[in-house]
């Protein structure tokens, strides 16, 4: 498997382009190998949980994280697109507080890895979105945080035209300054 590994702005996420081998009949891609995702990474994980979440335009899921049993989640769309977030929530970091943002559709079929200590988000640009993760751990509802997705002191361009349809618990996130966040 080859897979192309970009760089984004916050050296520890990372955008993933696997290796597609299409024809008039479709395509074929691995959507994970874990072997390649090491090589190619550098990243050792093992993944214990793969999620599938669906959601219409205008949604947004997030900023969210664990703060126990932190979260490493490597992200694909596998129908539509979605406009792919991640903040630096570890206070050691250079980072901290800084967050980058990614397309991920299922016309690009790239993939995002984001690692532990991040919060991370989603908005949906299109009619709706599939979104595939692996994670590195298991969900803890206890230890579930979410950050103000419109934290003035983060300011995330999200591609919105209006208001996003929030969950109750993402309408209630915390600011960066009263945030639980990494050492």
Excluded at 39 to 63: C, I, K, P, W
Excluded at 72 to 81: C, I, N
Aim: aromatic share 12%.
């Amino acid at each position: 498997m080859s897979l192309t590994v970009i760089p984004t702005a916050l050296p520890e996420v990372l955008i993933i382009e696997p290796k597609v081998f299409g024809d008039e009949r479709g395509f074929f891609m691995e959507s994970f190998n874990a072997r390649a995702f090491a090589e190619a990474t550098g990243v050792h994980r093992t993944f214990v949980q793969d999620n599938h979440s669906r959601s219409a335009r205008g949604v947004l899921r997030g900023l969210h994280y664990q703060i126990q049993n932190p979260q490493g989640k490597l992200l694909r769309v596998t129908s539509g697109e979605v406009y792919d977030v991640a903040v630096d929530l570890r206070r050691s970091s250079p980072n901290f507080g800084k967050w980058v943002g990614v397309a991920l559709s299922e016309a690009n079929k790239r993939q995002l890895w984001v690692p532990e200590g991040f919060a991370h988000g989603f908005v949906v640009t299109s009619a709706f979105a599939d979104v595939l993760y692996k994670t590195t751990d298991y969900w803890y509802p206890e230890h579930e945080r979410s950050l103000l997705w419109s934290d003035p002191a983060l300011g995330i361009d999200w591609p919105l035209s209006g208001a996003p349809i929030l969950a109750q618990k993402d309408q209630n996130g915390s600011r960066l300054k009263a945030a639980e966040t990494f050492s």
